[in-house]
């Protein structure tokens, strides 16, 4: 008797999902998710390319390297900042305070996006839309353009680094220990040897930091909208960057 030859069912590849095509969007959106769930530290190209189920040279198509990866992060944050300042009412000067605090809030809830923001360069346009609003509410307030122009640098680094500062200080076990220390030795120093810290020694640590953010707000508008930018650089436009 001859034997039966049975045929296999063929397994159709249609069964097995397929994956969503690759796109910088979708890469930066994985990103800023394991970034929520993990922190900074684990949105590595190796990470991702495991979470998309693909090899870390498919990411490179998109993403040049892991700086341009958060700093494609922080352009997606850059989006929940408040550009309206609309507290404020017409003050121009109240809805740039507001724009800038909301600016250092979406950095404070990830003290190591507010680091990597320190030298990060976003470039989309959320960033555009914030430099846009600062501008803006600057020439209002009466800065002419280059005044404006090299105000926003100054602005957005002084919010970068006060939220960095901020944001690790509450993620440091250490820190109130550090900062007592630090309190004591100003206490501790002689007016013979250290006078202008013994005569100043009452407000080097006085109020609170809301107080502090606030009044370092004020001297840069202050000090941007009164300070003239030098001629040359007025002139030149772009500066030394210029070709």
Request: charged content about 25%; cysteine-free; aromatic content about 4%.
């Amino acid at each position: 008797m001859n034997a039966v030859s049975v045929r296999k069912e063929p397994i159709s590849r249609r069964e097995r999902p397929a994956k969503p095509a690759l796109s910088r969007s979708g890469i930066v959106a994985t990103a800023v998710r394991i970034m929520r769930a993990e922190g900074l530290e684990k949105v590595t190209m190796r990470r991702l390319a495991q979470e998309l189920d693909t090899g870390p040279a498919s990411l490179y198509v998109y993403v040049a390297n892991t700086a341009e990866l958060h700093a494609a992060v922080l352009e997606s944050l850059l989006g929940e900042v408040d550009l309206t300042g609309r507290d404020a009412g017409e003050d121009w000067r109240g809805q740039l305070r507001a724009v800038m605090a909301s600016y250092i809030l979406v950095l404070f809830e990830h003290p190591q996006l507010a680091r990597s923001a320190l030298v990060a360069r976003p470039s989309g346009e959320n960033y555009l839309r914030l430099v846009e609003r600062i501008l803006d509410l600057l020439s209002r307030g009466g800065a002419d353009r280059a005044q404006a122009a090299w105000g926003v640098d100054k602005l957005l680094q002084d919010a970068t680094a006060t939220a960095a500062e901020h944001a690790t200080q509450q993620h440091d076990p250490d820190f109130p220990a550090d900062w007592n220390a630090s309190v004591s030795a100003l206490h501790r120093t002689d007016e013979a040897t250290h006078p202008a810290i013994t005569a100043h020694r009452q407000h080097l640590t006085s109020g609170t930091p809301e107080q502090r953010m606030r009044w370092s707000f004020d001297v840069l508008v202050n000090g941007i909208t009164s300070t003239p930018v030098p001629d040359s650089a007025s002139e030149s436009g772009s500066g030394a960057r210029a070709d």
